[in-house]
């Protein structure tokens, strides 16, 4: 669901001759912001929040492990983060559980080159939900004019039992609460929906840069088959969100 922040997040500007973020003593360019999403409550919801948006990442141009200079292109390396709203069991989900609110941390690694860009993200949740998700990208990378970069592709996402069956997932109580109108449902592990994902970056100057995406995800597989999805929520998960962001050089060596 959350496939185009923590990506936008981490597609931070490439570093360019000339540009004054680097220099001799420069071995990674930091990005620091923050902005707001338009997403989905809660995975499968047809309700929407807005909810912060933080905006972190790192650019090697030194190799943390070999201490060697890198190109413009290589490896990244930024925090992965979603928040989803608390599940009430009232309206149309009444008999269901209520979820707390779940917050997800991990982390996210990709690999950039001049016109494409794959990246990976790993998350574990924290609250309503403990279960772990996973998130796959590969984007084109586009300059149709100078300082904006455009980026697009599919993504696919993947979640454990754990955090399935507690949004997706229907336990016997529930049926019998809900009266029938929820069957008993247990979702598994695996595939949970496909989509596309684009951000776009336009850089103010040599340190700030506007950052916006927007992501849509298909429910598939027991995600899409849950009736917690068919008789109360949506299939088609929608995210879109904007920041700003500043960079800056370290030096480590």
């Known amino acids: 669901m959350c496939l185009g922040v923590p990506a936008m997040a981490a597609d931070v500007a490439q570093t360019a001759s000339g540009n004054p973020l680097v220099t001799p003593n420069t071995d990674v360019i930091v990005t620091l912001g923050g902005g707001v999403r338009l997403q989905p409550s809660f995975d499968g919801a047809s309700s929407y929040i807005l909810s912060p948006m933080p905006i972190m990442s790192l650019k090697f141009l030194r190799s943390p492990f070999t201490g060697e200079p890198t190109s413009d292109t290589g490896f990244g390396l930024f925090p992965s983060f979603r928040f989803m709203d608390q599940r009430k069991g009232v309206g149309k989900l009444a008999g269901l559980d209520t979820v707390a609110a779940?917050?997800?941390g991990g982390v996210g690694f990709d690999y950039t080159d001049t016109y494409f860009r794959a990246f990976v993200e790993i998350r574990q949740g924290?609250?309503?939900e403990h279960g772990q998700t996973a998130d796959f990208g590969l984007d084109g990378i586009f300059r149709p004019v100078d300082r904006l970069r455009l980026?697009?592709?599919?993504?696919?996402?993947?979640?454990s039992v754990d955090y399935m069956r507690t949004y997706f997932g229907v336990t016997a109580p529930e049926t019998a609460a809900s009266g029938g109108k929820f069957d008993t449902f247990r979702p598994g592990a695996g595939i949970h929906g496909l989509g596309l994902g684009g951000n776009a970056v336009y850089e103010i100057d040599p340190h700030w840069e506007v950052q916006a995406n927007?992501?849509?995800?298909?429910?598939?597989?027991?995600?899409?088959?849950?009736?917690?999805?068919?008789?109360?929520?949506?299939?088609?998960?929608?995210?879109?969100?904007?920041?700003?962001?500043?960079?800056?050089?370290?030096?480590?060596?």
């Open 151 to 159: 980026s697009a592709g599919p993504r696919l996402s993947l979640a």
């Open 102 to 104: 779940t917050f997800e």
């Open 214 to 253: 927007a992501g849509w995800t298909h429910l598939v597989g027991d995600a899409a088959s849950s009736p917690i999805v068919k008789k109360a929520g949506n299939g088609e998960q929608f995210t879109v969100g904007l920041g700003v962001a500043y960079k800056f050089g370290v030096g480590w060596h």
């Open 126 to 128: 924290f609250g309503g």
